[in-house]
């Protein structure tokens, strides 16, 4: 199990440090189902899982929980523009994907445009879903899927790797396993 400290730390930790932290914490929020504040292994596993094999839809279906910070089941604008926000100032201290020309407000409207059909200010998981899967361009914004993305290895994380130990990462093998 892991809590939102530690998970935030060692998520900052393996990318571009503090730079991360506001996406890292709503990372951890849309993988603690049960709302505990903890992260357990089955979590974890499941939402892995579920990112790396599973549907496109299932795949929109988490990434909307990453949006749905209240988890009201609806997404507000200011839920997505933080969102949108923390994303963007990870992705450029990163270098994970090209610069986009457009701002996180801009994005945020153009989502909306796109996406709430009904015009009430908030998109359903339904809309999310129809909206993106009939949109490559908000799909590609939206969805969280680990094999879209191209990962650069940051000094952080070979530091880290190189100076882990038992003691600090809990079960891990000893740090001669490793391949930096």
């Given amino acids: 199990m892991i809590t939102l400290h530690e998970f935030r730390k060692q998520f900052s930790d393996c990318t571009v440090g503090n730079e991360s932290s506001e996406y890292a914490e709503q990372i951890f929020r849309a993988l603690d189902n049960n709302g505990d504040g903890f992260v357990d292994f089955r979590e974890y596993v499941t939402a892995i899982s579920m990112l790396v094999q599973g549907s496109p839809e299932d795949k929109l279906r988490w990434s909307f929980k990453l949006y749905d910070k209240d988890r009201d089941g609806t997404i507000t604008r200011s839920e997505m523009l933080e969102i949108m926000q923390a994303v963007y100032k990870m992705s450029l201290a990163a270098s994970f994907t090209r610069v986009n020309p457009l701002t996180a407000e801009e994005c945020t409207n153009r989502i909306f445009i796109r996406l709430?059909?009904?015009?009430?200010?908030?998109?359903?998981?339904?809309?999310?879903?129809?909206?993106?899967?009939?949109?490559?361009?908000?799909?590609?914004?939206?969805?969280?899927?680990?094999?879209?993305?191209?990962?650069k290895r940051t000094e952080n994380f070979v530091k880290l790797q190189k100076s882990s130990s038992r003691r600090t990462l809990g079960t891990m093998p000893s740090q001669s396993n490793f391949k930096t």
Avoid: H, Y
Avoid at 135 to 143: G, H, I, P
């Fill in 116 to 151: 709430d059909k009904d015009r009430d200010a908030l998109i359903t998981v339904q809309e999310f879903i129809e909206g993106s899967m009939d949109d490559d361009w908000v799909r590609e914004m939206l969805e969280c899927d680990p094999n879209t993305i191209e990962l």
